[in-house]
């Protein structure tokens, strides 16, 4: 019976009818903070697009992983800016590299912290794509090979779990059985397995310095307007072995997450992207909207869709937000 029996503001009308009955709740145990982090000593340097996300040397990394620690975060992505850049992007999987440097002395000083890594070439190499070139296109099966070598040198320096982000087809498989083959049979793959090839990723790419010099990544990540693949792609992943899919972005891309939810039951993870923090950012730099209660609802909204895991840039503000609510 509709109106006037049913009136569904009366359970709505204080805060705590609000919290009693509230579908969707964020912690901070869904939360991982990407990082970046660079060669030298004393870098504290920040990223113009990116207010509040800085490129950090190692020293300074675990200086602020006190404050990451503190706030009780799980896990950090983590990325690493190279010296130098090169066509095979062998800095990837130096075991002198800056991230396999930080990860061992980030294991040391935080062993209880995750540390994820981002596998990928893009950050490496000098042309800026996700793997090695022949005839001007990006050479998946050679390309796995290096996969395979950089996930494995991660795993060697003491990284937790392992994030492929490049969209070559069968990387998951060809890093699994590297891991599997040299006694990391335990390290779990969290898979970029949905990642579009959107233009959210701008900031990222003056982050990492990893925009293409040539082209696009539309030959290899997925077409924006696509869903019924990014099930094909899990699936896949799935069958090769991933732990954890991921969707990315996140904002533009909440039907994928409840799609991939619903269909697969296991953890799923959500990028909420560099783009989508910088929009954030620049809109309430200017006044136009109330950062922390705009990030709240973008955080809440990705999870309601069905993401278990959040990777964003806000995951310190969140905690802290998330923590001053619990106060009186
Ligand atoms: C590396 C990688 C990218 C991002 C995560 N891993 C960039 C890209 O694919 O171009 C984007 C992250 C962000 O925008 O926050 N391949």
Not at 284 to 295: L, P, Y
């Amino acid at each position: 019976m509709p109106f006037p029996v049913h009136r569904p503001r009366r359970i709505r009308l204080s805060e705590n009818f609000r919290r009693m009955v509230r579908e969707t709740h964020l912690a901070v145990d869904n939360l991982i903070y990407p990082m970046f982090v660079v060669p030298g000593q004393g870098i504290k340097r920040p990223i113009q697009s990116m207010p509040g996300i800085n490129h950090f040397s190692v020293d300074l990394l675990l200086e602020e992983l006190k404050k990451v620690c503190e706030l009780k975060i799980p896990g950090i992505l983590l990325f690493g800016i190279p010296q130098k850049k090169d066509d095979f992007g062998s800095e990837s999987y130096d075991p002198e590299g800056i991230v396999q440097q930080a990860i061992r002395a980030i294991k040391s000083r935080f062993p209880d912290l995750l540390v994820i890594t981002d596998i990928c070439m893009c950050e490496y190499t000098a042309h800026g794509h996700c793997g090695i070139i022949k005839n001007g296109q990006v050479d998946n099966d050679r390309t796995l090979e290096f996969l395979a070598k950089i996930a494995v040198s991660h795993a060697e320096a003491g990284a937790d779990m392992l994030a492929p982000s490049d969209m070559m087809d069968g990387r998951v498989s060809a890093i699994r059985k590297a891991l599997d083959e040299r006694g990391y049979s335990h390290i779990p793959i969290m898979s970029y397995a949905a990642k579009y090839a959107s233009s959210f990723y701008g900031p990222f790419r003056q982050a990492a310095e990893s925009t293409p010099q040539f082209g696009d990544r539309r030959g290899y990540q997925m077409d924006v307007a696509n869903a019924e693949e990014a099930l094909r792609e899990c699936a896949l992943d799935l069958e090769e072995g991933a732990d954890i899919i991921m969707v990315k972005p996140a904002l533009g891309y909440l039907d994928i997450i409840y799609r991939v939810k619903s269909k697969f039951s296991v953890p799923v993870a959500a990028y909420n992207v560099s783009g989508e923090y910088a929009m954030i950012k620049a809109a309430a730099g200017n006044g136009w909207i109330d950062e922390t209660r705009v990030m709240m609802e973008t955080l809440i909204s990705i999870k309601r869709a069905g993401a278990d895991i959040i990777l964003t840039y806000f995951a310190k503000e969140a905690a802290f937000a998330l923590r001053q609510s619990l106060l009186p």
